[in-house]
Protein backbone atom coordinates (compact mmCIF):
# COMPACT_ATOMS: atom_id res chain seq x y z
CA UNK A 1 0.00 0.00 0.00
CA UNK A 2 1.20 3.32 -0.63
CA UNK A 3 0.98 6.59 0.76
CA UNK A 4 -2.29 7.72 -2.52
CA UNK A 5 -3.82 4.38 -1.60
CA UNK A 6 -4.07 5.93 2.46
CA UNK A 7 -5.14 8.98 1.08
CA UNK A 8 -8.00 6.91 -1.20
CA UNK A 9 -8.86 5.16 1.86
CA UNK A 10 -9.16 7.96 3.49
CA UNK A 11 -11.66 10.10 1.16
CA UNK A 12 -13.72 7.17 0.84
CA UNK A 13 -14.47 6.53 4.13
CA UNK A 14 -15.18 10.24 4.99
CA UNK A 15 -18.15 10.25 2.31
CA UNK A 16 -19.69 7.34 3.52
CA UNK A 17 -18.02 4.89 0.99
CA UNK A 18 -17.03 1.02 2.10
CA UNK A 19 -13.62 0.13 1.54
CA UNK A 20 -12.52 -3.44 1.88
CA UNK A 21 -8.82 -2.92 4.03
CA UNK A 22 -6.49 -5.57 5.94
CA UNK A 23 -5.94 -5.57 9.54
CA UNK A 24 -3.75 -6.73 11.62
CA UNK A 25 -5.97 -9.93 11.98
CA UNK A 26 -8.09 -10.11 9.12
CA UNK A 27 -9.99 -8.23 6.22
CA UNK A 28 -12.81 -5.77 7.20
CA UNK A 29 -14.97 -3.73 6.06
CA UNK A 30 -15.08 0.16 6.45
CA UNK A 31 -17.19 3.19 6.54
CA UNK A 32 -17.62 6.31 8.31
CA UNK A 33 -18.84 5.83 11.61
CA UNK A 34 -21.80 8.61 11.50
CA UNK A 35 -22.77 8.02 7.94
CA UNK A 36 -26.25 6.28 8.33
CA UNK A 37 -26.02 5.25 4.72
CA UNK A 38 -22.54 3.85 4.88
CA UNK A 39 -23.28 1.60 7.80
CA UNK A 40 -26.52 0.84 5.98
CA UNK A 41 -24.62 -0.56 2.88
CA UNK A 42 -21.92 -2.47 5.14
CA UNK A 43 -24.22 -4.28 6.78
CA UNK A 44 -26.05 -5.17 3.77
CA UNK A 45 -22.85 -6.17 2.11
CA UNK A 46 -22.26 -8.59 4.95
CA UNK A 47 -26.03 -10.02 5.27
CA UNK A 48 -25.82 -9.06 8.74
CA UNK A 49 -28.64 -7.49 10.60
CA UNK A 50 -28.71 -3.81 11.85
CA UNK A 51 -29.50 -4.85 15.62
CA UNK A 52 -25.83 -6.73 15.86
CA UNK A 53 -23.08 -4.20 17.45
CA UNK A 54 -19.94 -3.41 14.97
CA UNK A 55 -16.84 -2.00 16.13
CA UNK A 56 -14.69 1.39 16.04
CA UNK A 57 -11.00 1.38 14.22
CA UNK A 58 -8.44 4.22 15.69
CA UNK A 59 -5.53 3.98 13.54
CA UNK A 60 -3.22 5.23 16.68
CA UNK A 61 -4.18 4.52 19.91
CA UNK A 62 -3.43 8.65 21.35
CA UNK A 63 -6.43 9.35 18.90
CA UNK A 64 -8.57 7.24 20.17
CA UNK A 65 -7.47 7.79 24.21
CA UNK A 66 -8.47 11.38 23.23
CA UNK A 67 -11.86 10.40 21.79
CA UNK A 68 -13.30 8.81 24.67
CA UNK A 69 -11.87 11.38 27.47
CA UNK A 70 -14.89 9.88 30.00
CA UNK A 71 -12.87 6.30 30.24
CA UNK A 72 -11.50 5.79 33.92
CA UNK A 73 -7.97 6.33 34.24
CA UNK A 74 -7.61 2.48 35.07
CA UNK A 75 -9.54 1.55 32.27
CA UNK A 76 -7.31 3.56 30.07
CA UNK A 77 -4.45 2.36 31.68
CA UNK A 78 -5.51 -1.16 30.65
CA UNK A 79 -6.04 -0.12 27.17
CA UNK A 80 -2.70 1.54 26.42
CA UNK A 81 -1.42 -2.16 27.69
CA UNK A 82 -3.19 -3.92 25.36
CA UNK A 83 -3.67 -1.70 22.42
CA UNK A 84 -2.36 -1.35 19.43
CA UNK A 85 -3.05 -4.97 18.81
CA UNK A 86 -5.59 -7.83 17.97
CA UNK A 87 -8.05 -7.62 20.20
CA UNK A 88 -11.20 -5.74 20.62
CA UNK A 89 -12.13 -4.03 23.98
CA UNK A 90 -15.73 -3.79 25.14
CA UNK A 91 -15.88 -0.52 26.51
CA UNK A 92 -18.60 1.76 28.65
CA UNK A 93 -20.09 4.66 26.56
CA UNK A 94 -21.45 6.34 28.99
CA UNK A 95 -21.36 9.21 26.12
CA UNK A 96 -23.09 7.07 24.25
CA UNK A 97 -20.53 7.94 21.01
CA UNK A 98 -20.44 6.62 17.59
CA UNK A 99 -24.25 5.09 17.67
CA UNK A 100 -24.07 3.38 14.86
CA UNK A 101 -21.52 0.46 15.86
CA UNK A 102 -23.54 0.20 19.41
CA UNK A 103 -26.61 -1.95 17.52
CA UNK A 104 -29.27 -1.84 20.82
CA UNK A 105 -26.81 -1.05 23.27
CA UNK A 106 -25.52 2.38 23.27
CA UNK A 107 -23.70 2.65 26.04
CA UNK A 108 -20.99 -0.30 25.29
CA UNK A 109 -18.86 0.80 22.61
CA UNK A 110 -16.58 -2.09 20.91
CA UNK A 111 -12.79 -0.63 19.84
CA UNK A 112 -9.92 -1.39 17.68
CA UNK A 113 -6.75 -0.27 17.09
CA UNK A 114 -4.40 -2.77 15.24
CA UNK A 115 -0.96 -2.98 15.52
CA UNK A 116 -0.07 -1.55 12.29
CA UNK A 117 3.51 -3.38 11.61
CA UNK A 118 5.01 -3.88 8.20
CA UNK A 119 2.90 -3.78 4.58
CA UNK A 120 0.77 -2.37 7.31
CA UNK A 121 2.43 0.52 8.33
CA UNK A 122 0.87 2.98 6.20
CA UNK A 123 -2.66 2.66 7.76
CA UNK A 124 -0.81 4.68 10.76
CA UNK A 125 -1.35 7.89 8.34
CA UNK A 126 -5.19 7.52 9.18
CA UNK A 127 -6.15 10.23 11.23
CA UNK A 128 -9.98 9.84 11.49
CA UNK A 129 -11.72 6.24 13.05
CA UNK A 130 -13.78 4.01 10.71
CA UNK A 131 -16.80 2.04 11.78
CA UNK A 132 -15.32 -1.87 10.83
CA UNK A 133 -16.69 -5.43 10.35
CA UNK A 134 -15.00 -8.42 9.24
CA UNK A 135 -15.59 -8.62 5.15
CA UNK A 136 -17.58 -12.10 5.45
CA UNK A 137 -20.78 -12.91 4.75
CA UNK A 138 -22.94 -12.68 8.67
CA UNK A 139 -21.97 -16.37 10.23
CA UNK A 140 -19.38 -16.97 7.37
CA UNK A 141 -15.54 -17.91 7.54
CA UNK A 142 -12.66 -14.85 8.06
CA UNK A 143 -10.74 -13.62 4.88
CA UNK A 144 -7.40 -14.34 5.13
CA UNK A 145 -6.75 -12.47 1.79
CA UNK A 146 -8.84 -10.75 -0.35
CA UNK A 147 -9.39 -13.33 -2.92
CA UNK A 148 -10.97 -15.33 -0.32
CA UNK A 149 -13.54 -12.45 0.03
CA UNK A 150 -16.69 -13.04 -0.68
CA UNK A 151 -16.82 -12.48 -4.63
CA UNK A 152 -20.44 -10.06 -3.55
CA UNK A 153 -18.92 -8.18 -0.99
CA UNK A 154 -15.76 -7.65 -3.65
CA UNK A 155 -18.42 -6.50 -6.21
CA UNK A 156 -19.94 -4.26 -3.63
CA UNK A 157 -17.35 -2.12 -2.09
CA UNK A 158 -16.23 1.30 -3.15
CA UNK A 159 -12.09 0.31 -2.83
CA UNK A 160 -9.66 -1.96 -2.32
CA UNK A 161 -6.73 -2.45 -0.05
CA UNK A 162 -4.67 -5.41 -0.72
CA UNK A 163 -2.02 -6.11 1.98
CA UNK A 164 -1.55 -9.64 0.60
CA UNK A 165 -2.08 -12.45 3.38
CA UNK A 166 -2.50 -11.38 6.98
CA UNK A 167 -3.04 -13.64 9.95
CA UNK A 168 -6.04 -15.07 9.51
CA UNK A 169 -7.12 -15.34 13.26
CA UNK A 170 -10.03 -12.77 14.07
CA UNK A 171 -9.81 -10.26 17.02
CA UNK A 172 -9.63 -11.58 20.59
CA UNK A 173 -12.79 -9.94 22.15
CA UNK A 174 -12.51 -8.31 26.02
CA UNK A 175 -15.55 -6.75 27.75
CA UNK A 176 -14.18 -4.20 30.06
CA UNK A 177 -16.91 -2.38 31.15
CA UNK A 178 -17.02 -3.51 34.70
CA UNK A 179 -13.03 -3.22 34.39
CA UNK A 180 -13.15 0.83 36.42
CA UNK A 181 -14.75 -0.68 39.31
CA UNK A 182 -12.63 -3.54 40.51
CA UNK A 183 -10.84 -4.85 37.66
CA UNK A 184 -12.79 -7.00 36.40
CA UNK A 185 -13.16 -8.33 32.76
CA UNK A 186 -14.17 -11.03 30.66
CA UNK A 187 -12.89 -13.05 27.64
CA UNK A 188 -16.19 -13.03 24.92
CA UNK A 189 -14.18 -14.38 22.19
CA UNK A 190 -11.06 -16.08 21.91
CA UNK A 191 -9.13 -14.50 18.93
CA UNK A 192 -5.45 -13.93 17.97
CA UNK A 193 -4.36 -12.27 21.19
CA UNK A 194 -4.23 -15.82 23.71
CA UNK A 195 -6.00 -16.02 27.01
CA UNK A 196 -2.37 -15.58 29.06
CA UNK A 197 -1.51 -12.75 27.20
CA UNK A 198 -4.84 -11.11 27.92
CA UNK A 199 -4.50 -11.52 31.82
CA UNK A 200 -0.96 -10.44 32.06
CA UNK A 201 -2.16 -7.34 30.58
CA UNK A 202 -4.75 -6.91 32.99
CA UNK A 203 -3.89 -8.80 36.27
CA UNK A 204 -1.05 -5.87 37.03
Do not use: H
Amino acid sequence: MTPEDIDTFSRCVSVGGVALFPSDTVYGLATEPDSQEGVRRLYELKGRPPDRPAAVMFFDIDLALAALPELGERTRAALTRLLPGPVTLLLPNPARRYPFACGPQPERLGLRVPALEGPLAPLGAVRWPVLQSSANRSGGPDSRRVADVNASIRAGVDLVLDAGDLPGVPSTVVDLGRFEIGGDYKLVRPGRMGARAVKAALDV
